[in-house]
């Protein structure tokens, strides 16, 4: 299966004792050049509602397909996973937010 930045995708999330594991959402943050390869950069995708730094909303006009419920962007939550463990797509984010979340993304890396 093919990933671009930005599409939604659901993933197994393990549960702290590393036996079982439950689909959560996450949005690709990779860019082309490790997408082709087994990996692609993910940031995790919640429901809980905060109010911090590290969130970004997404809301029906961020998104081609509406998830369940409201969710965000955890930014800080940043993993690598074999493409292959991906579930399926269920989304993509317009091509304002996919640049509005890289920015905050890499404010990470700044002071």
């Known amino acids: 299966m093919d990933f ?19 689909s959560r959402p996450a949005v690709v943050i990779s860019g082309e050049r490790v997408n082709n390869t087994r990996d692609i950069i993910l940031a995790q995708i919640s429901s809980t509602s905060r109010s911090d730094e590290f969130s970004f909303f997404i809301d ?9 419920k409201m969710s965000q962007v955890r930014v800080h939550k940043i993993f690598a ?10 989304s993509q984010l ?18």
């Open 94 to 111: 317009t091509d304002l937010a996919k640049n509005e979340l890289l920015v905050k993304v890499k404010s990470l890396f700044e002071k």
């Open 60 to 68: 029906e006009n961020r998104i081609t397909v509406s998830l369940r």
């Open 4 to 22: 671009r930045q930005g599409e939604i995708v659901i993933v197994p999330f393990p549960f702290s004792d590393g036996q079982l594991s439950k």
């Open 81 to 90: 996973m074999e493409k292959m463990l991906v579930k399926k797509k269920i």
